[in-house]
Each structure stands twice: as structure tokens, then as C-alpha cells.
């Protein structure tokens, strides 16, 4: 069974940064797909940022420029660094990860960024 357990979230003002973190099952980590969704209250989950596989990253365009999705293959770990955050961005963060070659996805349990004066 695989677990993602993200951390990181928390209250920060406009303009300020923060970086979340989500640690994988270490198996099956490498190789697959995995990345960042977010959702705010009445708004459907959307992507933020992902890795398809290998090391080629994408981005939702609302986040282009200001966040960066990372990892750390011995830490079995993924991170997104979030700059100049905006009161928009505030959402509940889930990492998620797919088994390649699979419809199998897993979803951490969130955690929550509030961007706010």
C-alpha cells in the first residue's frame, strides 16, 4: 500500500513563500508519475504541478514562474516551493502519485496553505 504524507502548509502573507513536502513509499516512487493538486472551497481539484514520469515538469499556467516542483529520489520525496504567493493560491494542497502504466492513483490527506494578510 502506498502512503504519501505531505507537510509544509501553514498561514503566510501575500507575497511571502512556503515549501510543501510529500514522502512516498520509497518502492515505487521512481519512474512514476507524481505531483501537486490543490482545491479551494467550492472549486473542483486542479492540477498545480507534476512530473509525467521522468524529470520533465509541468505547470498549471496560474502558477508558471512562482512555484517549482522538485524531488529527492533518496528521500523517496517530492517538494513544490511556492514564491510570491497570492490570496488565490489558498487551498488545500494533495499530493498524488499514479502507477505507471496503471489507473491506480493514490492521494495524500492534504494540507493546507492560507495565503492572507
Known amino acids: 500500500q502506498v502512503q504519501l504524507v505531505e507537510s509544509g502548509g501553514g498561514l503566510v502573507q501575500p507575497g511571502g513563500s512556503l515549501r510543501l513536502a510529500c514522502a512516498a513509499s520509497g518502492s515505487i516512487f521512481s519512474g512514476n508519475p507524481m505531483g501537486w493538486y490543490r482545491q479551494s472551497p467550492g472549486v473542483e481539484r486542479k492540477l498545480v504541478a507534476r512530473f509525467s514520469g521522468g524529470d520533465s515538469a509541468g505547470y498549471a499556467d496560474s502558477v508558471k514562474g512562482r512555484f517549482t516542483i522538485s524531488r529527492d529520489y533518496a528521500k523517496s520525496t517530492i517538494f513544490l516551493q511556492m514564491n510570491s504567493l497570492k490570496p488565490e493560491d489558498t487551498a488545500v494542497y494533495y499530493c498524488?502519485?499514479?502507477?505507471?502504466?496503471?489507473?491506480?492513483?493514490?492521494w495524500g490527506k492534504g494540507t493546507l496553505v492560507t495565503v492572507s494578510s
Open positions: 498524488f502519485l499514479t502507477v505507471k502504466g496503471t489507473a491506480t492513483t493514490y
